[in-house]
């Protein structure tokens, strides 16, 4: 009765577990949506097919600690193996470099603005203009900061502004540079523009370089984890007197310890191949 009570709580508390998981993962919403709204999202759409793929995994990892917990009679699993199966993928997927997009958005937007300064537009103008086929990235960004303009910001309070919603060090030499070339009366801005760009190009080829070689520490701790899973659960399948230890209250305690040690260094590998931030040049005054 006491181990049907505790599996039957471990499936509480990990269902529990994988579902918040699942809910900050889920993609953003704006309004509460209508009951007719969210059936038509689970069934239709590309959003749909990605609920639905996430309740199915959800349902297979659970199944999967009960199975786990039921079989070799450690409680433990039935919580185990759901944080696993979510935790791992999480730590080991590749971060989102929020650099190296903003850099090429910032790269598309400066090569359109060397585009049109040369039709005998105003940098002013050629803002207002670039806004309209901006990079997605940048585009509400830009049109925020034409609708300043338009409200008689000067363009340095516009520009400086927009730096620190970009917060980049990147958007700020872009930002600076504009910002000399209008209070110069854009005397020189193609020239200042087209080296803006030059050097945007040799920042790009740099990040990809440094993506690149990040993530190869990424790609062995994946392999070696996927090995060393697999050979667990192996030797855990035909070997269970092995791990015989492991099915007392100590043993469990001490297999909870080792799985969190080992989530906690993929977290720290996780967290020493993330992008240092780079000291900005523009603060706007307060």
Request: charged residues 15%; contains cysteine; aromatic residues 4%.
């Amino acid at each position: 009765m006491t181990a049907l009570l505790a599996t039957v709580c471990g499936m509480l508390v990990s269902g529990g577990m994988v579902l918040l998981v699942a809910g900050v993962h889920s993609p953003p919403t704006g309004a509460p949506p209508s009951s007719t709204r969210v059936w038509k999202s689970l069934v239709d759409g590309r959003g749909g097919r990605a609920v639905r793929r996430r309740w199915w995994q959800v349902l297979a990892a659970v199944l999967a600690g009960l199975v786990a917990g039921a079989v070799t009679g450690w409680p433990l699993l039935v919580v185990l193996v759901p944080v696993v199966a979510f935790g791992i993928p999480v730590v080991l997927s590749a971060p989102s470099n929020r650099d190296l997009a903003l850099l090429e958005a910032l790269d598309r937007w400066v090569r359109t603005l060397g585009s049109l300064l040369p039709t005998g537009r105003s940098i002013t103008d050629a803002i207002r203009v670039s806004a309209r086929q901006a990079p997605a990235l940048l585009a509400p960004h830009l049109r925020v900061l034409s609708a300043r303009l338009d409200d008689r910001w000067t363009i340095e309070q516009a520009l400086f502004a927009l730096a620190d919603e970009l917060d980049s060090a990147d958007a700020d030499a872009v930002l600076a540079a504009l910002a000399l070339a209008a209070r110069r009366g854009g005397t020189g801005a193609s020239a200042t523009l087209t080296a803006l760009a030059d050097n945007i190009q040799d920042r790009l080829h740099a990040l990809r370089e440094i993506e690149t070689e990040r993530a190869k520490p990424r790609i062995v701790v994946r392999q070696v984890t996927i090995i060393t899973v697999v050979v667990l659960g192996l030797a855990l399948a035909f070997g269970g007197s092995f791990f015989a230890p492991y099915a007392t209250g100590l043993g469990q305690a001490l297999l909870a310890a080792l799985v969190a040690a080992y989530l906690g260094s993929l977290l720290l590998l996780r967290r020493l191949t993330l992008p240092r931030p780079r000291q900005r040049i523009l603060r706007r005054a307060a």
